[in-house]
């Protein structure tokens, strides 16, 4: 007979877990036999090294504890049968191996249905009861068990590779959790997992595998805030094509974004998109490539050789592009300074939603460079510190994804290319190849650029009205360059 302290202590127990919003089964003496857990962050992440790492991840995120779990082996088979039966019982499910143990005694398991070949060399764990994976054995010994109902669980579990991590899969549904397979592993990208979070606004997420392992927070705020890009959709690319107006206000020999006044440019950036648009089925999105820092002959008082456009003079563009539902892109040419240096003057512009980043590392000088005499060149490690300066900033504000442009028409123009980070949920980053001749030459200076490429980014080409030999007309751009580029300038 139990003494009134315990009694006492079981009721506080019950109590407490009601509040928190747990629920589960209970054994004969009273106990909690499955206790389901909410993940204390908002958005978690399960990134291990393997799929029994992962399947532990997802138990420790949503079982607070049971008495019963499952241990799969690593046949597909296995898995299967494990995962159905961690759905009846409404029990975790792990692959065997060394990893689940600490899981198994965190839950305070009694039994453990080990599921797969009974000649196994299963290792000694708690309760253990080798059932095979015969599914009428797994009936049977699932039936000998009390089942626990999970509750209609608040969270939304995303899983990149389902197949890889059924472990994960079954334990998470078992928890009573929304579970979605992301395809390509950015469910801004994915109508399932886009609806799902909508769905459940408020519900915490957990995502599983390796492709999470940078995060998900701003994916998730993305998809749930819909931080939506001029022309529609969540990402900069894949989906559309950006077409864009390249120049300096007012100065015409630097392109053809300064050959008319700001209304007439975005007018013009207009019709020019639509030109592409007629041959596309996807959106075509007008832009506008604006050079804020432009290279300069002289030193200038501040002896960088580059003169800095304010941004008061480059508001009222910007304006009228976004009132168009245009894009801007904002364009740095930073002689000898550096371009996170630039960048930070424009922090203003880059705060909008619509306005992009561009790097030209042609005018970025050595310090005994001067223009022309050379062409410039930038490391990745300085390309990388504006990508994460750009990067923090689009995830503080709250903005879509940017559009983060690298100018590049030779190989020596960004030195160590193969360590640039293009892997920020907050960025799109696009390898512009905007050398200028003849449609040959210009193509062999594509396919030379793109070999040894980082994995991940896009692809921008350049049309030069007066340099090109001759140039490659609307549809000749969009036939003849493969792949097809996501960004075309126009200069």
């Known amino acids: 007979m139990r003494s009134r302290v315990t009694r006492s202590a079981t009721v506080l127990t019950a ?27 908002a958005v978690d992440v399960v990134a291990g090294r393997s799929p029994a790492e992962n ?57 453990t249905l080990a599921v797969g070949p009974k000649d196994a060399d299963w290792p000694d764990l708690p309760g253990r ?5 015969d599914q009428a054995d797994v009936d ?49 990208a994915d109508r399932r997992a886009i609806r799902a979070l909508r769905d459940e606004p408020d519900a915490p997420v957990v ?47 630097l392109g053809l974004l300064g050959e008319q006044g700001t209304a007439a440019t975005v007018r013009r950036a207009a019709r020019l998109a639509r030109e592409y648009q007629e041959l596309s089925d996807q959106p075509v999105v007008p832009a506008l490539e604006i050079i804020a820092t432009v290279a300069s002959s002289e030193a200038g008082d501040d002896g960088d050789y580059s003169a800095e ?42 705060e909008r939603p619509h306005v992009g980043l561009a790097l030209d590392p042609e005018w970025r000088l050595a310090r005994d460079q001067k ?3 050379q062409i410039g060149s930038v490391g990745a490690s300085e390309v990388n510190a504006v990508a994460d300066w750009l990067a923090d900033l689009t995830r503080e504000r709250r903005l879509p994804q940017k559009l983060f442009v690298l100018h590049q028409f030779s190989t020596s123009m960004i030195r160590d290319r193969s360590t640039l980070d293009v892997g920020h949920p907050e960025l799109s980053t696009v390898v512009h190849v905007d050398g200028q001749g003849t449609p040959g030459a210009k193509i062999g200076t594509w ?28 549809p000749q751009t969009w036939r003849d360059v493969r792949p097809r580029p996501d960004l075309v300038t126009y200069q």
């Open 207 to 253: 995502g599983v595998g390796s492709t999470f392992r940078r995060g998900l927070g701003y994916e998730v705020t993305a998809v749930r805030r819909d931080l939506t890009q001029p022309g529609g959709g969540l990402l900069v690319f894949p989906g559309r094509h950006v077409v864009a107006l390249y120049g300096h206000p007012g100065t015409p020999s």
């Open 140 to 188: 049977r010994a699932v039936g000998r068990l009390p089942r626990t109902s999970p509750r209609d669980h608040d969270v939304v579990v995303l899983v990149h590779t389902p197949g890889a991590d059924l472990a994960s899969v079954g334990t998470a549904r078992a928890a009573g959790a929304t579970v979605v397979g992301v395809k390509g592993g950015d469910p801004r």
């Open 447 to 474: 396919n030379t650029i793109r070999q040894g490429s980082p994995k991940g980014v896009h692809w921008g080409w350049k049309n030069f009205l007066d340099e090109d030999e001759p140039m490659l007309t609307v």
């Open 129 to 133: 009861r080798l059932v095979g994976d």
């Open 15 to 41: 109590t407490l877990l009601l509040l928190s919003g747990c629920t589960g089964g209970h054994d004969e003496d009273g106990d909690a036999a499955t206790t389901f857990r909410t993940p204390s962050r």
């Open 309 to 350: 456009s304010s941004v008061r003079d480059l508001t009222p563009l910007v304006n009228a592009a976004e009132k168009a539902g245009q894009y801007v892109v904002i364009d740095l040419q930073p002689g000898r300074t550096d371009f996170l240096t630039q960048a930070k003057r424009y922090r203003s512009l880059l």
């Open 55 to 111: 399947a532990v991840g997802t138990s420790r995120r949503l079982f607070e504890r049971s008495d019963v779990a499952i241990v799969s082996a690593r046949s597909a088979r296995s898995q299967q049968r494990s995962v159905k039966a961690a759905a009846r019982l409404g029990v975790p499910v792990l692959r065997v191996g060394p990893t689940p143990r600490t899981e198994l005694a965190r839950l305070g398991v009694r039994t």
């Open 371 to 373: 223009h022309l005499t």
